[in-house]
Structure formats: structure tokens, C-alpha cells
């Protein structure tokens, strides 16, 4: 191996990563993105927009620069196709809300004790971290990844075929923000959703359900999904980013309630971030591991065979990877 082959710079990467993620941030709370998207381009007309120094705005906007959410040309920035889309507050994809969830302390508090989560083989935060009944954050979860979703949920709606004139029941577990089960009940005109999560969350679920004109076929189930009676009759169950954080036990008797609710024929469909047998790649799904390690007591990102295990010990019959692209989730359908 060649010096030239050696280098620190994946070390100082990686330490300095949270320069980005503040960077970002700042970005987000100065609505730095909306204000070039709107036709503000040299960093004295985008410091005029957003009440900032102007030397301040260009240090923040080279930097941005750099690491890809916007380019230059002379003094002139423009926000790459991905920064307009997602970035932009006027764009209805915009996900900048997410920040709030995804940099709350309940996540990030986690990862400052992650030496000892590492030795305790689960979180060092005291209590059950994310798992906390009624946590306040998934409200923000609620109100901030909506947007993120929407991909997912209409992808997810074209694996199931349903004639237009039968009732369609399905019962969206750990709803949050509701937008998969309203999505279906979008797509289906007699689709009829019961949507489960603690009650300060389902506030959002209703919101969304009332503006998206489904609110009359969108029933609000309160409470925990290992206590509430979810009632039978269901002929798809969603269970979408929620078995991840528990451990194949507790997964397990969840999905034996979920089998107990189906009709004959009833599926479930799982919406989980599913890392190959190696546990290494994809990335995105394999790294979501160390989230649960820091954040929960025995949470995880399984693999297909363990999500398959699960389903099977739980009475399915059969379990189906689907992938998602170009997302990063996958989805395990799973047949009664």
C-alpha cells in the first residue's frame, strides 16, 4: 500500500461532521434556502432578506456550498435541484421541518452516551428513552416528516389491489401523522382507516385526515399498540418505522395481536429500513442500527430473515421483501 493510499481525512470527516449538521440547521432557521429560491442571489440581497450580516450569510452559503446544498457562480448562489425541492419552505416537499424531531435532545442525547449504550447493549438514557409513553417529540415527529412520507405512501398504496365498490378496512398502527393510512384512504373511496397512537399524536393525524377530505372515514384509536383491543375485521394492518424499536420478543407478541386482527386473507404491511444479511449495506438502513442502540433498550434495524422469523412465529403464513426506490425503507408484506 502506497502513502497515497493512507489518509486522516475520514477521521476529520467524521469528527467534524456536526459542522454540518449545525450549518444545516442554521440554514433551515434562517430560512436561508426559501430566501435564494426567491430570486435573492449575492449574500448582500440574501443578508437583506433574512435580517443577517453580510459577511456572515457568505461564509454560511460557501460553506453550504461546499458540501453540495447550493452552487456558485461569481458572487451569484443558486440551490441545487434537491435544496429547491426539499429545502425551499414555498415547496410542498419541503422537509426542513424535521429538523426539530430529528435533532430533538431524545435522539441526540442518546449518541452522548453512547459508550455506555455500547456497553449496555441498549440506551443509557434513563427511563425508556423514545419509547416513553406520550413523549411530546412525536408530536414534532408528527407535525415535521409528513412531507417526508408521501413518496413512501403512495408507492405503498399500488401493492395492494382493491375493488372500488368493497369496504376496505385497515388499521394504521402508530399512526403519528396519519399520511399512509389518509393515503389509502385517498386512493380508495371505501377505504376506512382506524388510526392507533397516543392521543396528543393522533391530534395531527386528525388535522391531516380533515384537510386531505377523508376525516369522515378516519376513526382515532388512542393508546398504546400493546394495550388498546384493535377490534378484528381488518383486511390490511400497516405497521410502518415502528418494529424497530423493540426487541424480536416484544415485536413478536405485537404481530400475534396484528394476526388476531386480520381478516382470512388480511395482510400486513411493514414499512422498516431492512439491512442485507451482512448488516453492512445498504447504508442508510445499516447504520439505522446504532439510532435504536442509543435511543432505545433493544430496538434494532432487522434484517429480512429476522422480520420473516418474526411474522411466521406470529401465525403468517408468508412474508415478501418489497423494495421502495428511491427510498431508503423497504416494505415486508405479509400474508394471514
Known amino acids: 500500500m502506497s502513502s497515497q493510499e493512507i489518509s486522516p481525512l475520514l477521521f476529520f470527516d467524521t469528527v467534524n461532521s456536526f459542522q454540518r449538521t449545525e450549518a444545516l440547521k442554521s440554514a433551515i432557521e434562517l430560512e436561508l434556502f426559501t430566501a435564494i429560491g426567491e430570486g435573492n442571489r449575492t449574500a448582500a440581497e440574501i443578508a437583506a432578506r433574512i435580517g443577517a450580516r453580510e459577511r456572515g450569510v457568505r461564509i454560511l452559503c460557501d460553506y453550504l456550498t461546499v458540501i453540495g446544498f447550493m452552487t456558485k457562480d461569481a458572487n451569484a448562489y443558486a440551490l441545487t435541484p ?22 430533538s435532545p431524545m435522539l441526540t442525547e442518546g449518541f452522548k452516551t453512547l459508550t455506555e449504550a455500547v456497553r449496555r447493549g441498549g440506551t443509557a438514557i434513563s427511563g425508556e428513552g423514545s419509547l416513553a409513553p406520550e413523549h411530546p417529540v412525536w408530536v414534532n415527529f408528527a407535525r415535521g416528516m409528513a412531507p417526508l412520507v408521501m413518496m413512501a405512501a403512495q408507492m405503498m398504496t399500488t401493492l395492494v389491489e382493491v375493488e372500488a365498490e368493497r369496504k376496505f378496512r385497515v388499521l394504521d398502527i402508530a399512526a ?77 407478541t405485537l404481530l400475534r395481536k396484528v394476526y388476531a386482527a386480520l381478516k382470512d386473507g388480511g395482510r400486513a404491511m411493514t414499512l422498516e429500513f431492512v439491512p442485507d444479511e451482512t448488516r453492512v449495506a445498504p447504508p442508510i438502513a445499516a447504520m439505522f442500527s446504532l439510532v435504536m442502540l442509543a435511543s432505545t433498550p433493544g430496538g434494532d434495524a432487522y434484517t429480512f430473515s429476522e422480520l420473516e422469523r418474526m411474522f411466521q412465529n406470529a401465525g403468517f403464513s408468508q412474508s415478501e421483501l418489497i423494495p421502495l426506490p428511491p427510498m431508503p425503507n423497504q416494505i415486508v408484506l405479509s400474508h394471514k
Open 82 to 103: 434537491d435544496s429547491e425541492m426539499f429545502l425551499d419552505r414555498r415547496s410542498p416537499a419541503y422537509v426542513g421541518g424535521a429538523v426539530e424531531f430529528l435533532l
Open 176 to 252: 403519528g401523522h396519519g399520511m399512509f393510512g389518509i393515503t389509502f384512504a385517498q386512493r380508495y373511496p371505501n377505504a376506512e382507516i382506524v388510526a392507533l397512537d397516543w392521543p396528543n399524536v393522533l391530534e395531527v393525524a386528525r388535522e391531516n385526515a380533515e384537510r386531505a377530505g377523508v376525516g369522515d372515514r378516519h376513526t382515532l384509536l388512542p393508546g398504546s399498540a400493546f394495550d388498546v383491543d384493535f377490534g378484528d375485521g381488518y383486511d390490511l394492518v400497516l405497521l410502518t418505522n415502528f418494529l424497530h424499536h423493540f426487541d424480536p420478543p416484544t415485536c413478536e
